[in-house]
């Protein structure tokens, strides 16, 4: 009955992700209304001396730095659990030990990509709905 439970919640999740993703949200801007930088507040970090570089370029290359280098730490525990396995020298233990790090390498790099695909696509989103004036 729990795993039932579990199966059913996890399905729910996966669905309502599958949805909130993929449906077509209408808010139409009125056709007489543009968005402008001033509307935005893009020019408040030249007036500050922080740079003129859009607020969400700036966002988009800190997640890629950052899924960047955590992509990298799941390459780093791949190499880990590659190395244990070849060093187990026939020993189970470390041998299954090895599997469980590579096992884990695979789903954080498929997590990390997972989470780079979905931001980068809504970072997208947000900047193509916010200057083309046209909408959401």
């Not at 579990?6 to 801007?29: D, G, W």
């Not at 026939?90 to 030990?97: F, R």
């Not at 469980?100 to 695979?106: E, P, R």
């Amino acid at each position: 009955m729990l795993k039932i439970k579990q199966f059913v919640s996890t399905a729910l999740a996966a669905l309502m992700a599958v949805a909130a993703t993929f449906a077509p949200v209408a808010l139409p801007i009125a056709s007489a209304q543009t968005i402008t930088n001033q509307d935005l507040g893009i020019q408040y970090g030249a007036a500050t001396g922080l740079g003129s570089t859009d607020v969400r370029v700036t966002v988009a290359r800190i997640i890629r730095v950052a899924m960047g280098l955590l992509g990298i730490i799941a390459v780093v525990i791949i190499l880990i659990g590659g190395f244990t396995w070849m060093t187990a020298g026939g020993n189970e233990e470390k041998v299954a030990e090895a599997k469980k790090w590579i096992f884990a390498g695979i789903i954080g790099l498929a997590i990390i990509l997972s989470a780079y695909a979905i931001a980068s696509f809504v970072i997208n989103q947000l900047v193509t709905a916010t200057t083309t004036g046209g909408t959401i």
